[in-house]
Structures are given as structure tokens and as C-alpha cells.
């Protein structure tokens, strides 16, 4: 079945990709463009801006793609433009398929690259279920040892980049550091665009994400505290990389979570496979929900939720659903406030936090009021310091008050105790939102605190509930 332009378009996850694409679809990149015919199937190496080529697999019959690159657009430029060559009748090569090739087709779902039948019987389908039950089995002991034997090599190409990055990032601190950091805050977003490609390219995009924030975060603080702001975010990013250089030191649960961090991937299927996660079946609620577009374009959504139940487990989660902006949106979206009986499985950390939800056995529903949290102001601020002392490198961390008020000083609101001794600043650009809660006593707030700020989520008041949304 030709590719046909068109079918790219609507594949491409925005505009920018196929404008990255147009740009590739020539041969000069290419060091290899071989087809097989027979079975549908075209393949490619590309040169990107590292030593190695990325490889590049299209499957004519589904439009299914595979690449080596780091992007977590899908498709990825140099999928697109490897399709576009062929739409364009570029010169590609028959030939037998490479044992890259072979292990991607062997490890896709059988019949993956087949339309479907427009009627199947009931035995058909039985048939169906029990091969993907035994994906991704290969048959072919000789293709399986290939396969496990290509995964070795690249798993231990990628740590070499990692760590071949992690040099190249603490050059650049170095950098920062002996140039003077007055100097570095005017040019702060350039410097910051040279060293994030090279991240990227050495397969450490968690490490690119922090870096490319990095400015912002900097100059969202009041402009006296800014310097303390750069040091302490270079820090993280040194702490983080001294970490991953000695991981095997590391505890289990320490070691998973800076390796994810820094960018290795964990999918839903290896995360609900793991026997040792940690899975908590309860009653959760929603209380707070953030939306953001991220500089790669792609939509990141993420969903609060509280537990209702009582016991030691972790009383907050946090689902994070990625989607390209250009879909718009997508997926099920939560409400403050709404409720659902599930198992979540945690990913593995110091402090577990995000979250999947493994198995929702009720439907989603108003969930009434929002019980009152066990700890009081200052309470709740110690539990952040004992996050900190075992996962320093935490982002946003879940905040939950009994008792508490939200008073005016200056021009900042402030959430406090009722005694007024311990006192967290509300984040500016939502002042406007929490003015409606100053002057009440007795709140049970949650918010999302990042160090620095609190964001507000929700609070049951004397007067009833509100939310930041």
C-alpha cells in the first residue's frame, strides 16, 4: 500500500515536526534507505547531531513507526520524512531486513501491520487473544537471543551517552560558575538553549526538561532572590548527576527514581508487570488539576488526588497524561472534587508519588466533602521537610492543613496557622483566585508547594468549597 501524503499530515503531531521533517527529507542526512516490499517495510538511518545514526522503521500497511531518537514527538521528524521520501519515490534499496529491523517486526503485536478483517468469527477472536496473550514471544530462539542481544548493545550505548552528557553538563555548571552568575543571568535562556540539544542527544531528556525550566523558574522569583534561585537549581541539577554517576550505591528505591528522572522511560505495561511496586486500592479524590504546554508541544496534564481511606499508605498521587497539543484534547479529564474507587501502582521512589491507575472499579462521581486533613499547618510543613531529606530533588509536593487561614501582608496573601507563627506565601498569579478565602477560619487546604510558592487546589471552608479551577 503506497504512503500517501496526505495520511502524513494528519499523522504529524504539529506543524513544526513537518517543518523539521521537510528539511530531512533529502538524501544527504540518510546513510542507509532500504525497503522490503514484500512485507511492507522501509528503513533508514539518520544522522543526528551525535555520533550515532538514529534508525528509523515505517511499516506501510498501519503507518506503525519506530525511532531512536530521543523525541517524544510521535511520529518523530525523521519518522515523517522517511515516510515523505517514500511518497516522493526516493531511491530506497531492497534488501533483506537488519536485525534492528527484524526485532521491531518480531516484537510488534502479530497482525499489527494488517487491516482488519470486516467480519471475524467468535473463534477468530478467541484465536486472536490467546497470541497477544503470548506477545512479544519470539518463536525463533536464534531471533530471540538477536533481540535480547540488540537490547544489551543498546541499553549500554545509551548509558555510555548518558554519561557522556553528564561530562558535558558538568562542564557547562563549571561554566556558569567561573564566568560569575551576574553574567549568567542576562544571557540565561541562550545558555541554556546550547546545553539542552546535547542532553537530548545523549538521551537524557529529563535531565534537557530541567534545563530548559530553568530560566523561567529563575526569574518567577522576586528579583532580589533570584541568584539564590540559579545556585540552588544548579545544585539540583549537580546533585542529580553525582546521583546517577553512583546509582549502584544507591537504594533500590532511590536508584529507580534518579533513573527515571534523569530520562529512562518506564512504561505502563514493565510498571503494572512489576510485582514489587507499590499498589494501594482505595477511594481517591481529585483535588487540584494542572494543564501545561510544554516547549516540545506537547500537552502534559496532571490530576491530584487524595485518599480517603485511613492506614499508612501514601495518603496523595499524582497521574501525568502527555498528549500532542495538535490532537487538542484529549483522554478523560477529572474535576476538583470528583471521586473513584481504584488500585493505583506507584512508581518507584524514596517518597512515592505518581501514580497509575492499574484497575478503576466504581464509576467517577461527585465525592462529597473533602475529609479534614490530619495534620495541622505546621505539621503539614514537616512532612515537606521529611520529603526533602529523602528526595531532595523533589518538584512540587502535595500540601494538606487543617486550621488554616489565608491573610493579606502587603501585597501577598499568605497561607497561615491560626496562631499566625507558621506562615507559607501563596504563589502571585493566583491571588486574585484566593482572595474569596481571606478573612475565614477554619480552612482544610491542599495545595502543591515547590519550595517556595503554594499553589492552592482546594479547601473546604466554613462557607463551603473552593477550588483554584
Not at 44 to 57: F, L, M
Not at 294 to 320: C, M, N, Y
Request: charged content about 25%.
Amino acid at each position: 500500500m503506497p504512503i500517501e501524503l496526505a495520511k502524513i499530515e494528519e499523522l504529524a503531531p504539529d506543524q513544526a515536526s513537518l517543518s523539521a521533517a521537510a528539511k530531512l527529507k533529502k538524501p544527504g542526512p540518510w546513510s542507509l534507505l532500504g525497503c522490503d516490499d514484500a512485507a511492507g517495510l522501509i528503513w533508514g538511518e539518520c544522522q543526528g547531531s551525535g555520533s550515532s545514526p538514529y534508525r528509523v522503521i515505517c511499516s506501510e500497511a498501519d503507518y506503525g513507526t519506530k525511532c531512536t531518537c530521543p523525541s517524544r514527538k510521535f511520529p518523530c521528524k525523521h519518522a515523517l520524512a522517511l515516510m515523505w521520501m517514500r511518497a516522493d519515490r526516493a531511491a530506497f534499496k531492497p534488501g533483506p531486513l537488519p536485525d534492528w529491523v527484524g526485532d521491531w517486526l518480531a516484537r510488534r503485536k502479530p497482525g499489527a501491520a494488517a487491516p482488519k478483517p470486516a467480519a471475524t468469527t467468535e473463534k477468530a477472536k478467541a484465536s486472536a487473544a490467546n497470541v497477544e496473550t503470548a506477545e512479544p514471544a519470539i518463536e525463533d530462539p536464534k531471533a530471540a537471543a538477536r533481540a535480547a542481544a540488540q537490547r544489551e548493545r543498546n541499553r549500554a550505548e545509551r548509558e555510555a551517552a548518558i554519561l557522556a552528557g553528564l561530562d558535558e553538563l558538568d562542564t557547562w555548571i563549571s561554566d556558569a560558575l567561573q564566568s560569575g552568575l551576574a553574567s549568567f543571568m542576562p544571557a540565561a535562556v541562550e545558555r541554556c538553549r546550547k546545553i539542552v540539544p546535547r542532553l537530548v542527544d545523549a538521551k537524557a531528556p529529563g535531565l534537557a526538561n530541567m534545563v530548559e525550566r530553568l530560566p523561567a523558574e529563575v526569574l518567577a522569583a522576586p528579583e532580589p532572590s533570584r541568584t539564590d534561585r540559579l545556585i540552588e537549581r544548579l545544585a539540583q541539577l549537580h546533585l542529580v548527576s553525582s546521583a546517577y554517576r553512583h546509582q549502584d550505591r544507591l537504594p533500590d528505591a532511590v536508584k529507580a527514581d534518579i533513573r527515571q528522572l534523569v530520562g529512562w522511560p518506564v512504561t505502563r505495561e514493565a510498571l503494572l508487570a512489576d510485582p514489587d511496586v507499590l499498589r494501594v486500592r482505595d477511594r481517591w479524590m481529585v483535588v487540584g488539576t494542572v494543564v501545561e504546554v510544554q516547549a516540545d508541544k506537547l500537552r502534559r496534564t496532571e490530576t491530584w488526588l487524595s485518599r480517603l481511606g485511613e492506614g499508612t499508605a501514601p495518603h496523595f498521587a499524582v497521574l501525568i497524561d502527555f498528549a500532542p497539543v495538535s490532537l487538542g484534547k484529549v483522554g478523560a479529564t477529572y474535576a476538583a472534587g470528583e471521586a473513584f474507587e481504584a488500585e493505583l501502582a506507584f512508581f518507584r521512589s524514596p517518597a512515592p508519588l505518581r501514580a497509575v491507575i492499574a484497575e478503576q472499579t466504581g464509576p467517577t462521581a461527585a465525592g462529597g466533602r473533602w475529609p479534614s486533613p490530619s495534620d495541622d499547618v505546621a505539621g503539614a510543613v514537616a512532612r515537606l521537610n521529611e520529603t526533602l531529606a529523602v528526595r531532595p530533588w523533589s518538584g512540587e509536593m502535595p500540601f494538606a492543613a487543617h486550621g488554616a487561614r489565608i491573610v493579606t501582608a502587603g501585597a501577598s496573601l499568605w497561607l497561615t496557622d491560626a496562631a499566625g507563627s507558621t506562615s507559607l506565601p501563596v504563589r502571585t498569579d493566583e491571588d486574585d483566585l484566593a482572595l474569596p478565602l481571606t478573612g475565614l477560619d477554619g480552612i482544610d487546604a491542599f495545595g502543591r508547594w515547590d519550595g517556595h510558592m503554594l499553589s492552592l487546589g482546594l479547601a473546604e471552608t466554613p462557607l463551603g468549597r473552593w477550588t483554584a479551577a
